[in-house]
């Protein structure tokens, strides 16, 4: 099984960046062609809890999940159901975590690719892949909040 770890501090308040990561539509998209669509709302928000989300990376890849739990502001966690690619999907979750002046966001995401001989080396590539593309998204995500942080005063 492979297990994809990123963290990184956005230098927002915690519940600016949850908000803004939550809302899957917005932060789920990028250059590479990432976009999102919600197919279901959540049963007591919208992207909260039972919320399912298309995710389309580029014009292949395709991903359906639900949001399986979602405990604002401090984590929400995701399945994905269906892929376009052979992936056996163990879960993920995004933490929340005030540090100092901003929010340190965790994510983590266990999968395997179940394909005899070549798996193992699918899902290290798979593996390095989703590093990349959850670091792009969070890193966006963190140049977006903090230009947009008021300014101390002098």
Same mark, same amino acid.
């Given at each position: 099984?492979?297990?994809?770890?990123?963290?990184?501090?956005?230098?927002?308040?915690?519940?600016?960046?949850?908000?803004?990561?939550?809302?899957?539509?917005?932060?789920?998209?990028?250059?590479?062609?990432?976009?999102?669509?919600?197919?279901?709302?959540?049963?007591?928000?919208?992207?909260?809890?039972?919320?399912?989300?298309?995710?389309?990376?580029?014009?292949?890849?395709?991903?359906?999940?639900?949001?399986? #739990? *979602?405990?604002?502001?401090?984590?929400?966690?995701?399945?994905? =159901? &269906?892929? $376009? !690619? /052979?992936?056996?999907?163990?879960?993920?979750?995004?933490?929340?975590?005030?540090?100092?002046?901003?929010?340190?966001?965790?994510?983590?995401?266990?999968?395997?690719?179940?394909?005899?001989?070549?798996?193992?080396?699918?899902?290290?590539?798979?593996?390095?892949?989703?590093?990349? #593309? *959850?670091?792009?998204?969070?890193?966006?995500?963190?140049?977006? =909040? &903090?230009? $947009? !942080? /008021?300014?101390?005063?002098?």
């Amino acid at each position: 099984m492979a297990e994809v770890h990123v963290n990184v501090y956005i230098h927002a308040p915690l519940e600016r960046v949850f908000d803004a990561v939550a809302d899957h539509e917005s932060f789920l998209r990028s250059g590479d062609g990432t976009r999102t669509k919600l197919i279901r709302p959540g049963l007591t928000e919208r992207n909260g809890l039972g919320a399912l989300r298309e995710v389309r990376v580029g014009k292949r890849i395709r991903y359906v999940e639900e949001i399986t #739990a *979602f405990e604002r502001p401090s984590s929400f966690d995701y399945h994905i =159901l &269906e892929s $376009s !690619q /052979p992936l056996r999907h163990h879960g993920s979750r995004l933490r929340f975590t005030s540090r100092g002046d901003g929010t340190e966001v965790d994510w983590t995401s266990r999968f395997e690719v179940p394909l005899p001989l070549v798996g193992d080396l699918l899902g290290a590539l798979a593996r390095r892949l989703f590093t990349a #593309a *959850f670091t792009e998204l969070l890193l966006a995500e963190k140049a977006r =909040l &903090e230009a $947009s !942080q /008021p300014k101390p005063a002098a």
